[in-house]
């Protein structure tokens, strides 16, 4: 407001504001500039993919998917007040993680906390805090986070330490915080993820009880990107 409030009074003075309207206009650009410092705090915190949003997906690429369902995730919050859960599934390329990447940005510009994590990378820190006899603090500090994006389940190798880890997780935030995974493989093939059958029906079924599912089909962006680039050379 310090900065701000001789140039705006200049302005006022010219087009013949009332006191309040210049008040009103001075605190409009304070809450503007808390809430883009709010932004990029909480976008840095996240770790999204970079430039990933609902504006840049190209949602012609997969003329099956009907984006009506996740652009209103996006506008409404609801769903994570009711710690619901998200499941994009899909062969490798057809834009889940970038469509995870879009959920997560609209749920921080409406004031959530978002954290992004490669399945791989989050499922080495809840072992590693495991071996410390911390997974319980882990999981707590994880809770802070209204929404936790977990992109790649698939590529988690099946072992029982591993998959144990991630069953825990997965428990631990059933009807209590959101979960947004990614995976390559539909349910069926869950199998190859867990270590046995049982922890895979248990998985499963805490993931999708309270979960909007969206199976998404099409070409992989990326070797649509390469035929296109070597038709130009």
């Known amino acids: 407001m310090l900065n701000h409030w001789q140039a705006l009074e200049e302005k006022a003075t010219q087009e013949g504001w009332s006191y309040s309207q210049f008040l009103q206009a001075l605190c409009q650009l304070e809450a503007e500039r808390k809430w883009a410092l709010r932004l990029q705090r909480a976008l840095k915190e996240a770790q ?4 990933k949003s ?3 997906f190209n949602f012609a690429h997969c ?4 984006p009506a369902p996740l652009l209103q995730l996006a506008q409404d919050i609801d769903w994570l007040e009711r710690a619901e859960n998200l499941v994009l599934l899909g062969p490798s390329g057809v834009g889940k993680t970038h469509l995870a990447a879009a959920v997560g940005r609209s749920a921080i510009e409406l004031g959530k906390r978002v954290k992004f994590f490669s399945a791989t990378t989050l499922v080495q820190q809840l072992q590693y805090a495991k071996l410390q006899l911390q997974l319980p603090t882990l999981l707590a500090k994880l809770d802070r986070f209204d929404l936790l994006i977990v992109d790649d ?7 029982e330490a591993e998959t144990s880890v991630l069953f825990e997780l997965i428990a631990h935030r059933y009807e209590r915080k959101s979960l947004l995974v990614t995976a390559n493989q539909p349910f069926s093939q869950w199998d190859a ?3 046995d059958s049982t922890m895979t029906v248990a998985a499963v079924d805490r993931l999708v009880h309270h979960a909007l599912i969206i199976d998404i089909q099409g070409e992989s962006f990326r070797k649509q990107s390469a035929v296109e680039r070597s038709g130009l050379k």
């Open 48 to 51: 999204l993919p970079f430039g």
């Open 54 to 56: 609902f504006t840049s």
């Open 63 to 66: 003329p099956s998917l009907n």
């Open 153 to 159: 389940l698939g590529y988690v190798r099946k072992s």
């Open 193 to 195: 993820i867990f270590s």
